[in-house]
């Protein structure tokens, strides 16, 4: 089975810290994604890459970047934490190519910016 | 307008109950949909996919997509209390790009 692992579930920042979130993907695929997910307004798309070193701006890039130095890991980076980036923060991967549905998601990381 | 629109409910039903749960979108490209269930504190896991129109069945769980209408539907035969999730409506192009698109998921509890 494919394993996308979050390095944490919870994570508690203080407004102006640069918090980094990472994600690493067992199987070789080719996609990686960072998605925020909040009450009522569901699944949103930070970035996501198709490949190593290449990153492309989702529906909310504001206030974030992502680096995806090798295969395996996507990292999604919040500059200066604000109280509105509070959120449960969710990566997935896919392995590309034919693959249109095989989104692997993690487990999640609940962050909270006080 | 979004996309992908998901009545967010909450849904309630008793054991036993045959559940419906349902998405409408706007994009006439989209050829692929999915459904994902989401337990509490869990990351979303892809339970159904269709392509294009018709209906597929899993065990207690059918999947129907009517293009015409714009129109998708997971149905829950013999709903469980390990039912008990939310559930997410997805859609995506065909040779586009892999970003799924997503409805805002509808929480479902199944009392015993």
């Known amino acids: 089975d494919v394993k996308v692992t979050q390095s944490s579930r919870y994570l508690v920042k203080r407004t102006g810290e640069k918090v980094f979130l990472e994600c690493v993907q067992d199987?070789?695929?080719?996609?990686m994604f960072w998605y925020r997910q909040d009450p009522g307004l569901g699944l949103r798309l930070i970035y996501f890459s198709y490949d190593v070193k290449m990153k492309e701006k989702g529906d909310i890039p504001e206030g974030y970047s992502v680096s995806r130095e090798k295969k395996e890991r996507f990292s999604l980076i919040l500059e200066s934490a604000s109280t509105n980036q509070t959120s449960m923060y969710l990566c997935a991967s896919t392995p590309g190519g034919r693959n249109l549905y095989g989104y692997t998601f993690g487990s999640g990381t609940r962050l909270t910016v006080v | 307008q979004k996309e992908v629109e998901q009545d967010p409910g909450p849904l309630s039903v008793p054991e036993g109950a045959i559940v419906s749960l349902n998405c409408t979108y706007s994009?006439?490209?989209?050829?692929?949909f999915m459904w994902y269930r989401q337990y509490s504190r869990k990351g979303p896991e892809l339970l159904m996919y269709t392509y294009s129109s018709g209906n597929k069945e899993d065990g207690r769980f059918t999947a129907q997509v009517d293009k015409s209408s714009k129109y998708i539907s997971l149905f829950i035969r013999d709903s469980q209390p390990s039912d008990s999730a939310t559930y997410l409506c997805a859609s995506l192009t065909q040779g586009g790009s892999e970003k799924l698109v997503f409805g805002k998921g509808t929480k479902l509890t199944v009392n015993p």
């Open positions: 199987m070789d695929h080719e996609n």
């Open positions: 994009n006439s490209a989209f050829q692929y």
